[in-house]
């Protein structure tokens, strides 16, 4: 099937989301009050996101819940915004500091523009495996540091003391990049964690797109008005992101804006609790997320792998899939909504789960925790091996499973025996990894 012929077939399923766009296949919020006619481009009235001055700028100004704080829209996503600082910043000499859980998108932006970076110590959750914030960041030499970057929360919803390490940096006088793409929604109301905003961070970016209503690549990027190199940021902005930009995306973020400033979270609250008890009643293990947006699903008897069919075989989609369990991103429920939660209720009723199989012990690799330097390498020549045979060898790309595009194998590193099989497993379960192909990658050819 070609994509209009696939998303027509989901659609004719009646596919329930739990997963992001925080919309839900426009079943949260106000979307539907945008129609493909809007569509339009810099028309008489209609301003230039480059350079705003009219309804664009208007718009804007109502991104106005952080005083001495300037919001802009992006409509090339988070990323975006990512790489416009990191370019901004390519100019003073330095490294960046830069968590283990970073983005693909920050090293492209290191390798883009051949920067140097150092990783920060980091701790990892005992209820997801993965890293979970920063570890003794008091420890890290910080003299030649030009940025700092944190993701808060991570993929999963689980958040740190980031306003110990924003006090921390501050004393050093470096500025904070903090990728809060999953944290668009974080302080819609006190049952929520606050946006490192709140603490003092100096640029955040947030993906409105993934928590709250507004359509595909909708993001939004806040910088403090003093800050020194705002200017720079602005003009990268520019040059990166497309001369074309979508109305309807913008408008979109807009309405986001509204339904954020709106938000009652009591329905959220009764259906969450709701699904929770449904959950468990039927046999899973519920995980709760310091972000309650977030729900981590296991079972017992079965890996994540297993789980994720059983809520697939009933047209139920979610995030992510983990070797021991499923990630869950919960709708805003709100008043007047059109979520089908009652048809979902219905379909984990009915799940029919299987556990008379005998499972396979899962393959994982030890996450490295320590502080060291990631630098920019130029590969040479290279060539395309087996998977399975490339231990030993120096990869050629960075390998990232996606979700939650967090490398795993950076372009550079050499290829351990515990990653790759890891990978394998992973592939054979029916996972996606950016950078393997038909189980072949991509190595430096030394020969």
Request: aromatic share 8%; net charge negative; glycine share 6%.
């Amino acid at each position: 099937m070609n994509i209009n012929e696939k998303l027509n077939s989901l659609q004719k399923k009646k596919a329930i989301s739990l997963h992001v766009p925080g919309h839900h296949n426009n079943t949260i919020g106000y979307l539907n009050e945008l129609n493909v006619a809007m569509d339009m481009t810099e028309i008489t009235g209609l301003d230039d996101l480059h350079q705003p001055e009219e309804c664009i700028q208007k718009s804007m100004s109502q991104l106005n819940r952080f005083p001495h704080y300037n919001g802009q829209y992006l409509v090339n996503g988070t990323t975006v915004g990512i790489l416009s600082v990191i370019y901004a910043v390519q100019h003073l000499s330095g490294e960046i500091l830069i968590p283990r859980n970073a983005h693909k998108s920050i090293y492209n932006a290191l390798n883009l523009t051949k920067q140097d970076a150092r990783w920060m110590p980091m701790t990892i959750s005992e209820k997801t495996g993965q890293y979970n914030g920063v570890d003794a960041l008091s420890s890290v030499d910080l003299s030649n540091i030009k940025l700092a970057v944190f993701t808060y929360p991570n993929y999963y919803g689980e958040t740190f003391d980031i306003e110990e390490s924003i006090k921390l940096l501050k004393a050093h006088n470096i500025p904070i990049l903090v990728d809060e793409a999953h944290g668009a929604h974080f302080g819609v109301s006190s049952y929520f964690p606050k946006s490192s905003i709140v603490y003092g961070a100096d640029i955040v970016v947030q993906s409105y797109h993934k928590t709250l209503p507004a359509l595909t690549m909708g993001s939004v990027i806040y910088i403090k008005e003093n800050l020194n190199i705002k200017t720079d940021i602005q003009d990268y902005l520019k040059m990166l992101q497309t001369s074309s930009p979508s109305y309807l995306v913008m408008a979109s973020l807009e309405s986001a804006e509204n339904f954020y400033k709106n938000y009652n979270d009591q329905f959220f609250k009764r259906n969450r609790k709701r699904l929770i008890e449904t959950l468990q009643q039927v046999g899973f293990k519920v995980g709760s997320l310091e972000d309650p947006l977030k729900l981590i699903v296991s079972h017992e008897k079965l890996t994540g792998f297993e789980v994720q069919s059983i809520f697939e075989e009933s047209n139920i989609f979610v995030e992510l899939c983990h070797q021991k369990f499923i990630l869950l991103v919960l709708p805003l429920w709100h008043h007047l909504d059109r979520f089908p939660f009652d048809e979902l209720i219905e379909r984990i009723n009915k799940f029919e789960i299987d556990v008379e199989r005998i499972h396979v012990q899962e393959e994982q690799f030890e996450l490295p925790c320590h502080s060291t330097t990631y630098k920019y390498i130029d590969i040479g020549d290279t060539r395309n091996i087996e998977l399975c045979s490339s231990v030993g060898e120096i990869s050629a790309v960075d390998v990232v499973p996606y979700p939650p595009g967090v490398p795993v194998i950076l372009k550079g590193e050499i290829i351990s025996q515990d990653i790759v099989d890891s990978l394998l497993q992973w592939l054979n379960r029916g996972g996606r990894v950016e950078g393997i192909r038909n189980k072949q990658i991509k190595v430096k050819d030394e020969q």
